[in-house]
């Protein structure tokens, strides 16, 4: 089983990216995906979910607005565009499947800096 999160990067306030995650060794259309990150010195959030069939889509009211969340179950990938970043969404940004095991990937570095 692998999750290979890539796209994080050194991004200007107000910037753009766009998280890949890309998954390995299960069945990724039947799990459900979701993104979470961690800052320094906080706890892991979760940032947004998606169900199995791309429907049941949630955010944490930090990003509403401006992440939004998709898979491609042909391309076994979720996906995190992030828009008008802040230097708060700076955090590792992780991806994890659930389904009856939970996997999750190493996570990628995201920094929102002037």
């Known amino acids: 089983v692998k999750l290979v999160e890539s796209g994080g990067g050194l991004v200007q306030p107000g910037g753009s990216l766009r998280l890949s995650c890309a998954a390995s060794g299960f069945t990724f259309s039947r799990y459900v995906m979701s993104w979470y990150r961690q800052a320094p010195g906080k706890e892991r959030e979760l940032v947004a979910v998606i169900g199995s069939a791309g429907d049941r889509i949630n955010y944490a009211d930090s990003v509403k607005g401006r992440f939004t969340i998709s898979r491609d179950n042909a391309k076994n990938t979720v996906y995190l565009e992030m828009n008008s970043l802040k230097p708060e969404d700076t955090a590792v940004y992780y991806c994890?499947?659930?389904?009856?095991?939970?996997?999750w990937g190493q996570g990628t570095q995201v920094t929102v800096s002037s």
């Open positions: 994890k499947a659930v389904r009856i095991s939970s996997y």
